[in-house]
């Protein structure tokens, strides 16, 4: 019935059984065995007001249950982060494959910037741990979801507050990672995310590229001589950040690669490396 519901809304159907596993505290398999059983009241009155929330208050699936998977990570998420998405995935994997073409086995430092929930940061971290990652956010708020993630999911990453590379311009780093605000500010935004996810953590301007030539003018004095950059952005700005890529780091290799949708999704600075792969 209440699948049903929700294509009729145009919302996710699988969003009610993350739902109904969230308040009935079982895994997909335990739902499945546990069919026939009775379902407590307490535990009914919870999914149909969690349902209701989700159908008439406009309130992300993710945001209700208080968690997102991640790189097969389970990151708590609330109003004060972005929900992350599988296009991130990408770039964390593509990111993992970079160090092993030109870092590996060798220790490097990491710096993500705009970290939200920390989901770039830790998962690097988890991954491969001769990564040694720190990570920036302006929100108070938001690192203190990140902070909570670390510890939640043993990550060793280092946090600071403050405006993009602010917090850093003391230090060095092998490798910058970062997924800032690239929505443009008058484009058209469906309501589910824009009255939820925080709009810092979501608009880049009136073009939604004043967070690369932030990040990139700023870049060469903390990257080191060999170094790697990786961004996710706009599928439709891939000229454009390819140029304010060339123009801050002129003898780098510059390229973007597609998402699994086929859109151009993440843009990949290469500085340094005679044997370029």
Avoid: W
């Amino acid at each position: 019935m209440y699948q049903n519901k929700a294509l009729e809304k145009g919302l996710e159907e699988s969003a009610i059984l993350l739902l109904l596993l969230h308040v009935a505290n079982v895994s997909s398999p335990e739902l499945y065995l546990k069919m026939n059983d009775e379902i407590e009241e307490a535990v009914v009155n919870r999914f149909e007001t969690d349902v209701e929330k989700y159908f008439n208050d406009n309130v992300p699936i993710q945001y209700i249950i208080g968690s997102s998977c991640f790189y097969g990570y389970d990151f708590n998420v609330n109003e004060n982060v972005l929900i992350p998405r599988y296009e991130t995935e990408e770039l964390v994997e593509n990111l993992l494959f970079l160090y092993d073409d030109f870092f590996k086995p060798n220790d490097v430092s990491v710096v993500d910037i705009g970290t939200g929930s920390g989901c770039i940061s830790c998962t690097l971290a988890l991954e491969e741990p001769h990564m040694h990652v720190c990570a920036t956010d302006i929100s108070d708020k938001a690192l203190e979801v990140a902070r909570t993630n670390a510890i939640k999911l043993g990550a060793n990453v280092e946090f600071f507050q403050g405006d993009m590379l602010e917090p850093v311009m003391d230090k060095k780093f092998d490798i910058l990672v970062s997924n800032p605000p690239y929505i443009p500010r008058l484009e058209n935004v469906d309501p589910l995310v824009k009255d939820n996810e925080p709009n810092i953590a979501l608009f880049g301007g009136d073009d939604g590229l004043k967070f690369y030539h932030i990040i990139l003018s700023n870049a060469p004095k903390i990257m080191k001589e060999k170094c790697i950059l990786g961004f996710e952005h706009g599928y439709n700005k891939t000229e454009e950040i390819e140029a304010i890529c060339k123009k801050y780091f002129p003898d780098a290799r510059v390229y973007t690669k597609k998402d699994l949708q086929g859109l151009d999704r993440m843009t990949f600075v290469i500085r340094g490396f005679n044997d370029e792969k």
